[in-house]
């Protein structure tokens, strides 16, 4: 059923079809004078999922926060539909159709769940923040009977599912997910990932993931980096990510796939 | 018998002050992050801008709404000029701390050096002395029990009914995500300021009505008997510094009637300290919660 909330031309198939294109081009990104992340291209487009994966270290949170204007970026843009949006505000993001949802401090704890979502539609009037809420209670249906709830005494995937809902009130073209799945238990992982995020990309948003846990995200991504020591090792889709014989090295090892190796 | 109730007439009444001002503190606190004790120095500036308008002859009531906004609009001004930029610019807790510390002793001197040391009395008009069963209470007590649980219930519905309010409390619990909901954040803390310096305008004049005689001291005193109050009711919230203010206000009045005046001070203190001990987030903390969420729960 489709909604204001499902973002037009959904269904397309890799990074390069139509519709919103968020990517950095060359974002060199750090802090204070530390550059951390080198030269990093990633870019996610509507109705598709990309996963930024790695190490630890790899930088991959340093990416997002270079993408959120939260962090020192050195070079390079961020470009949304080819217009800079380099080091702007949250604020301005937001109003922009950039949704993030943090890894762990993702909800208003001392909110209702109903109380998150309507702070999530701050910008709307009022009768569009109702409207919205309905909608984003049909995506999450499991919280329509908790809406009184405070939402800091929910479990792990149902705080999840307030902050993608919270996220969603402004119907973003883009939602950025830092490590949804931080946390929660493998069977919970499971579902954050295919029936949450693989949804959101399916109802047409752009959504660009970073995680922790490479498998199971690899399998329902559409494209996928691989990032090593700060830069993108590996660029390619999630299933020939997976395949590649050198990603148990990347995670186990001591990041042994070269930059630059496999990329395209 | 009667000294009790009597003390307890008093105690509501104090209580209802002090619940006022730490309203206000904790405002500051759970919003910005800042523990301002600069506070003090307000409720000290409110008492005197209070007298000058006494003296002029001015209603009590109307001179306290107009020293709460003016308190108000300088407190908005004074975390713009310094605790808001110093956080802005990545300061810490400590550092910011010490900043208000060090404003409030610099401020307290000028306001010494221009009212001079000598204490001031207030022309107070007490209205009607009325008696309930055992309660004897004056009307101008009456009114200030009155308009502090309506401005506490205005507070309550504020935060709870308003969207300026629920972004308050968003930004008070989240800034970064209150932020990407497109929250304008700065102007929130800006009406949180705002919200506690009227509080702390009020309560400061009122506590120089209720005490009559006040120096320079005044606000470090009650500063004080907030700050227990706060941290009873657990710090940043608005509902425990309510409860704590009502606790502190009966706690030391009746001190004070049962022992001597000279001892409200410590039942503050021992409030404080015990509540410290036993139960440091206070009554209506919310560390439970976060731990429990820290544990995957």
New interface residues.
Partial sequence: MPTSLDSAGSGGAGPASGGTRLRTRGLTAGYGDIRVIHDVDVEVTSGTMSVVVGPNGAGKSTLLKGI?G?TRVFEGQVELNGQSVTGK???Q???AGI??V?QV???????RVR?NL??????LDKATRQERIDEVLEVFPDLRRKTRRFV??M??GERKMT?FG??L??APKVMVLDEPTA??SPALTQVVLAEQARVLADRGKAVLVVEQKAKAALELADWAYVMVQGRVAMSASGREVLDHPDMAEVFLGGGAVAPGRATG | MNLFVETLGFGIVSGCVIALGAVGFSVQFGISNVLNVAYGTFLTLAAYLGYLLNVEHFNQWLSVVVVGMAIAVLSVVYNRLLPGRLMRRGAGFVTTLIATVWAGIGMLYVIVVIAGPTARTYQVDNGRTLTFAAFVLTTSQLVVIGAALALMFAYHLLLTQT?LG??M??T???P??????????SRVIDAAWFISGLLCGMSGVVLALTTVTFGSTLGTTFLIYMIAAAVFGGIGQPYGAMVGGLVVGLATQLVGAYSSPAYEDVAAFVILTAMLLVRPRGLFG?AA??SL?LA??
Avoid at chain 1, 105 to 111: G, I, K
Avoid at chain 2, 176 to 185: F, K, L, N, T, Y
């Fill in positions: 959120l939260l505000p949250l604020e993001l937001a109003k949704a993030y943090p401090d993702d909800v208003f704890d001392t909110l109380e309507e702070m999530g539609g701050f910008l800091g005494s479990s792990g902050a919270r996220a009130m402004l946390g929660l | 969207q629920k972004a409390r968003a008070s619990v989240n970064v995500v209150a932020r990407s909901c497109g929250i304008p954040v919310t919660t976060r969420r995957g729960g």
